[in-house]
């Protein structure tokens, strides 16, 4: 896990990007599309697993997004949840 110090995020969906300000006077962008392109879903569909966190929890979906399979993990366990 890296040392990512976020303060606070918003998704932004005219430009399908999550943008964090890390408390550095530094903004970070997340491309959702891009992020959402590393997982396998098991239905296509799932995707929407991902815009939804990204628009209801855009700070969750940044820490996901930047740790080692954390979007993929989270995909797995929502499929899990819900069959």
């Known amino acids: 896990m890296n040392d990512f110090n976020f303060q606070f ?5 005219i ?4 943008e964090i300000n890390t408390g ?8 959702c599309k891009d992020f959402n392109s590393t997982v396998i879903f098991d239905d296509p569909n799932d995707v929407v697993y991902l815009y939804h966190l990204a ?12 740790s080692d399979d954390g979007l993929q993990d ?3 366990a929502m499929n899990w ?3």
């Open 24 to 31: 550095t006077c530094t903004a970070l962008f997340i491309r």
């Open 55 to 66: 628009e209801e929890h855009p700070l969750t979906y940044a820490k996901f997004a930047v």
């Open 81 to 83: 949840f819900n069959y």
């Open 74 to 76: 989270y995909v797995d």
């Open 15 to 18: 430009t399908d990007t999550v």
């Open 9 to 13: 995020a918003m998704y932004n969906p």
